[in-house]
């Protein structure tokens, strides 16, 4: 769409070649209707010529640059929660209940994070790819949770749903008990003993 002289005819070109011719109304607006649907994902440069009741022709306009892009994105990588307690730092089980949840994801695109299918917030990936979700806001109940994410890159295309990622939060902490000594001399199970190698 654009303005041009008022009542007179445009000429709408793509790369050079004419796609469409249209009209503008009293005010000089027009507005062509135009379809890239057999076209390829790239950059494409729109020009207009104008002609006027008289017969006169404008000079082309200047190019804008259309850039089609109707490939979805990768499904964001291995997601990962940052505070991984515990004696292993990534088995995803945890004493933390309020996570921050990360990955990789195609740069610049908008990352949704899910939890148990429910969106629970977004980020915009940076320009390494690497994105991260603060759902600290929430503290979780002892519980096994599955997060997903999908990406949404800049034209609008969303891709798959990420593999998802498996976090268990538990809180709780058992109390030891201690049953007895392995060797008991004298009186049976009353804890005292001559042995001074126990197990």
Known sequence: SGKA????????????????????????????????????D???TLSAKA?????????????????????APAAPGVL??????????????TNDPTLKVGGTAEAGSLVTLF?????????????????????????????????TATSTDTSGNTGALSQAL??????ATIVPTLAGISIDTGVAGDLITSETAQV
């Open 5 to 40: 002289e008022a009542s007179s005819k445009l000429r709408l070109y793509m790369d050079g070649n004419e796609v469409a011719t249209v009209y503008t109304d009293s005010t000089g607006v027009w507005q062509a209707p135009l379809s890239l649907a057999k076209a390829q």
């Open 42 to 44: 790239g950059k494409y």
């Open 51 to 71: 002609y006027d009741l008289a017969g006169n022709v404008s000079s082309e306009s200047s190019g804008l640059v259309v850039t089609l892009d109707t490939t």
């Open 80 to 93: 990962e929660i940052t505070e991984d307690r515990g004696i292993s730092s990534s088995d995803q089980l």
């Open 115 to 147: 939890r148990d299918g429910s969106q629970v917030g977004s980020a915009v990936a940076n320009a390494a790819g690497v994105w991260s979700i603060d759902t600290t806001s929430t503290t979780l109940t002892d519980n096994d949770y599955l997060y």
């Open 166 to 171: 498996k976090v268990t939060i538990d809180t």
